[in-house]
């Protein structure tokens, strides 16, 4: 007789499932209907400077905060710690994603965002505008990195840029040959790295099916990788669902993929440069080269959260990450363009700046920063309405199937 | 018989006693559960991943409707079942050998070599199996000289993983239910005429049938819950728990509806042991 109630339970709880399914109307998404300008929420900004508290909690990009652990020469939160009295406690994130839900946590005091993460930092009211005044290093930064659409909302700064690159192809050069120089090698030649293919674990790599697509297949009409209509969804979610099969996994944790190529599991596939770097260090054959169709990227952003803790500490931090000898450092051994245009006197090889276009915006123009899809199409058309990032979000779990 | 007053008292200390762990089982954990299935009936500003508190049922019926939850659901039942059947098959020999065959310090070095693996913590062996099944690891080094290769990573090698890490949930009760099993009856089977395959068919299956059952609520259960053995060696391979930890970041209120569908399978599944008879002697 128990039984019976039990199987009276469960028949119950499918019956509610089922119910549920049925019923609703479609409201589709969430509350989305932001129209031409964007509000961003009122938060009080930084008036003055007052002593450190000790400690500062960041999340940051793998090899944004190096500590020596994993280069005794590579150090700069060190000597941070020395100067300041600010403790350091790290947290690495893999993804812009991870970094957005860490932010609202409300446990951190800095973050490392990229495009795609700050605007959706900024509207949720977690992070601060912040004052550049407070931050003496900030009037070395490039010019072209300053008051961007990504980091400041009408004029006002919402952290401090830190630097910028692009995603690479990262293969073994002694299983993979020839040397490949087109993203073609992860799509349509996939199947002859078929299970040693990798891909970044995150929607926003959807973005760089796009990007093929917009070089090689024009009449889809794709001008910007982060504006794609329903149509254009629907091609790069074909492409990656053919490049699926060829996948040995996805990465989004950055010594996966080190271990990945290192062992050979992986011979090709979507990297930055510091893992490229840091799988030579472990003896592995690898290259990493920035493809003809050019690349997605990253121009990261410091911010302050709006409930920062320790907030003192996060603009010693903002300005010491940016500082002209310490955003050299970072932009060597992450393999990125500095912020600072100090920093590239500042640098171990001289011509580090030269090689990674610091100062070039031209060049840029072939890197398409990430940064979040909306409805209303990024690359100005009006008369279609673009996927967004929850879509991009839904596609990617079908992709993965 | 005492008067009312110290039954009255032993009453007390009881309901002392027993209302601190009510209160766990009751707040911390249906609470919480009763949390997690209100929450998925929100939804998430798609711009800022915040939730948004509008009640609504789109993420049951996103559920529901959409082929690819459908065949992630399937796929993570199948492995359930399939890690069940391998530790079922593993640990009744295992466990007979341990109960009836081998005695003294032999039974005690198996005990220790069984629940050994229980010791080390569940990433470490996790890890150590994405460096065995790797490239050049020890499996395909092994294989190599048969000319086979390993299973690299991917859902075979999940199975395999989590068989591997369930494995002594379903020997412990197996081995325990066999201790207790009358060495009479064995002999009496053998007395009668039967051979040993019909004395493992008629006499012991029966009698470890619910312990069976028991050891196989856990494997089944750890087994759709799990998300992070195969992230580290399922290759591309998605199953349930993978999806809801990828979404919790993004949309909280569709992975909340996600995990009500391990919970209704477990209880379904609960309800067919139960029905079986297997939780009768707990």
């Known amino acids: ?401 | 018989m005492p008067a009312g007053t110290s039954r009255t008292g032993a009453r007390l200390r009881l309901a002392a006693l027993l209302t601190p762990p009510l209160l766990w089982l009751g707040l911390a954990y249906l609470g919480s559960l009763a949390v997690l299935l209100l929450s998925a009936f929100w939804t998430t500003d798609s711009f800022t991943s915040d939730v948004v508190h509008i009640w609504n049922t789109d993420n049951f019926r996103t559920l529901l409707t959409d082929p690819v939850y459908r065949t992630i659901t399937l796929r993570t039942l199948g492995v359930a079942v399939a890690v069940t059947l391998i530790d079922a098959l593993l640990a009744l020999p295992m466990a007979f050998f341990m109960a009836r065959v081998a005695s003294g310090r032999w039974r005690r070095a198996l005990f220790v070599a069984v629940l050994m693996p229980l010791w080390a913590g569940y990433l470490v062996k996790a890890y150590a199996w994405r460096v065995m099944l790797g490239e050049h690891g020890l499996v395909n080094a092994v294989l190599a000289p048969l000319g086979l290769t390993g299973p690299g990573y991917g859902l075979p090698a999940a199975v395999l993983v989590l068989a591997y890490l369930w494995l002594p949930y379903m020997i412990l009760p197996v081995f325990a239910a066999l201790e207790r099993l009358p060495t009479p009856h064995l002999e009496a089977s053998a007395d009668l005429g039967a051979g040993a395959w019909r004395t493992l068919r008629l006499v012991v299956l029966p009698a470890v049938r619910p312990a069976l059952l028991a050891g196989s609520v856990f494997t089944f259960s750890l087994s759709l819950g799990d998300y992070l053995t195969v992230q580290i060696v399922g290759g591309r391979t998605q199953l349930l728990g993978n999806v809801i930890a990828s979404q919790v970041t993004l949309d909280l209120p569709l992975a909340a509806a996600l995990s009500a569908v391990p919970v209704v399978l477990v209880v379904c599944y609960l309800a067919a042991v139960r029905r079986a008879g297997a939780l009768d002697s707990l």
């Open chain 1, 1 to 401: 007789m128990r039984n019976t109630n039990v199987w009276k339970a469960a028949a119950a709880a499918t019956v509610l499932l089922l119910a549920v399914g049925c019923g609703s109307g479609g409201s589709g998404g969430g509350g989305d209907d932001r129209g031409g300008g964007f509000r961003a929420p009122d938060v009080p900004m930084k008036k003055t400077l007052g002593k450190g508290e000790g400690q500062v909690n960041i999340i940051a990009w793998a090899g944004y905060a190096e500590d020596g652990s994993n280069d005794p020469n590579t150090d700069w939160v060190h000597p941070f710690e020395k100067q300041t009295g600010c403790k350091v406690n790290t947290k690495v994130a893999g993804t812009s994603d991870e970094m957005v839900s860490l932010m609202k946590t409300g446990q951190y005091d800095t973050v490392s965002a990229s495009g795609d993460a700050t605007l959706r930092l900024i509207a949720s009211g977690d992070a601060a505008p912040v004052n550049t005044k407070l931050v003496p290093n900030y009037k070395d930064i490039f010019a072209g990195l300053k008051k961007q659409p990504f980091n400041s909302v009408d004029g006002q700064m919402y952290g401090i840029p830190h630097g910028r690159g692009a995603n690479l192809l990262m293969y073994r050069t002694d299983k993979v040959k020839p040397a490949p120089d087109s993203w073609r090698a992860v799509f349509e030649d996939a199947p002859k790295h078929a299970g040693k293919v990798t891909a970044y674990d995150s929607p926003i790599y959807i973005a760089d099916a796009a990007l093929y697509l917009m070089k090689t297949e024009p009449q889809l009409g794709i001008k910007n990788p982060y504006a794609l209509d329903q149509k254009q969804l629907d091609a790069a979610v074909a492409l990656l669902k053919k490049q699926h099969g060829n996948i040995g996994e996805y990465w989004s944790d950055y010594q996966k993929e080190v271990t990945a190529f290192k062992g050979g599991d992986s011979v090709i596939g979507t990297t930055w440069q510091v893992i490229a770097n840091l799988t030579k260090a472990e003896k592995a054959p690898v290259k990493a080269v920035l493809p003809k169709e050019g690349a997605t990227g990253w121009s990261d952003t410091w911010m302050v959260a709006a409930k920062a803790e320790h907030p003192n500490c996060a603009y010693k931090w903002l300005d010491w990450i940016v500082s002209p000898k310490v955003n050299a450092q970072v932009a060597e051994y992450f393999g990125e363009a500095p912020a600072n245009a100090e920093a590239c006197k500042e640098t171990a090889d001289p011509k580090h700046c030269a090689t990674y276009h610091a100062d070039d915006e031209s060049y840029y123009k072939r890197v398409h920063f990430w940064t979040t899809p909306v409805k209303q199409c990024l690359d100005g058309r009006t008369n279609v309405q673009c996927t967004d990032y929850a879509q991009w979000t839904r596609a990617w779990t079908e992709i993965k199937g």
